[in-house]
């Protein structure tokens, strides 16, 4: 019989979203009445905005016709996405990329997680606490770690707290890592980094030979100036630091899948005799063996997001969901409840009312308010006593969400 990838059983539980989906399936059978609103995992229900969907209709369209027909497109990404991306999204920020550096793929959760692939697997990994559980999964899963001890903390990997008592920004590692994970604007607490502080991580990264993935997934919400869109904004970031971006909350493409990594070409790693190899050059190459690509249509919408009326259009929908941050965060601000993120990150993470573990704040919202959120301890044992709620839903569901829990636990 073949053998199983036994590292998987050290995993937790199951995967949280789902868990969240099956607890909220066991309680709308039981309750089929109950109007439940769903500000649990980040996922847009607003619709394409119209330039973009013509674009990905036109982009169907070509394909009706031999001279227009694209079949396999290039690995990497079509070549003119990426000089859009570089032109529109990193040139106004200073930052400038080639072409050969920008991978477009169908999502930041798989790159994050293929890009293991290309890693030796005795580089000590450092992840945040509480967590994007995909950093902390796919580390497990191949195999880069021990069993997780009772508080859930896996043996090998170095935990860097994220919490109210260190604002949100814990501490260079004492220890040697070799790859540390930053979310900025950060998935689950929706805080972020100013440059003063990822000059302080990159400098890190350089002097200990130290790669930083840092995934900009939610850079799009930043509202503040003067608060970094891209980690390579940082002088000697190209020489230590992968980029992780994504079209999915940015302009609606959770469910048509785009999004791209920036590998620098001065990004250098060691073979294990002791020479230089890029990093580049393998993402490419692992990329061509195992990716074919993004489908010709959704790069065309992808590209159209970047058009003068594809961003103003975007631009409108993000302002729609940072607004509900707003209305999440100062109505629950105002009914006594503590609350992080929300200003520059579709995210809100509160304190627990009445000292409620997670889970029981979880179960007890949907219960008695018929909403959904995601719990803290779900993100790692630091996010124990927190929950996370979206600015994703619609604006009568936030507000409604909003009165009922204002209802229940304001003071
Ligand atoms: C989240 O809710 O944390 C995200 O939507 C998950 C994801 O991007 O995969």
Sequence with gaps: MARINDHYLKLQAGYLFPEISR???????????AAVIRLGIGDVTEPLPPVILKAFHDGVDEQANSASFHGYGPEQGYQWLSEIIIDKAYKPLGVDLKASEVFISDGSKCDCANILDIFALDNVVAIGDPVYPVYNDTNVMVG?????DDKGYYQGIVYMPFTAENNFMPALPTEKVDIIYLCFPNNPTGTVASKTELKKWVDYALANDAIIFFDAAYEAFITEADIPHSIYEVEGAEKCAIEFRSFSKTAGFTGIRCALTVVPEALMGTTEAGEKYSFNQLWNRRQCTKFNGVSYPVQKAAAAVYSDEGWEQTKTIIDFYMENARIIREGLTAAGITCYGGVNAPYIWLQTPEGMSSWEFFDKLLNEC?????????????????????????R??????????????GK
């Design 23 to 33: 607890r909220i399936n066991e309680f709308t059978s039981a309750n089929p009445e």
């Design 144 to 148: 880069r770690t021990g069993e997780a």
């Design 370 to 394: 018929h909403v959904v959120g995601t719990p803290g301890s779900g993100f790692g044992p630091s996010g124990e006593g927190y929950f996370r709620l979206s600015a994703f839903g619609n």
């Design 396 to 409: 009568k569901n936030v507000e409604t969400a909003v009165e009922r829990i204002k209802e229940k636990w």
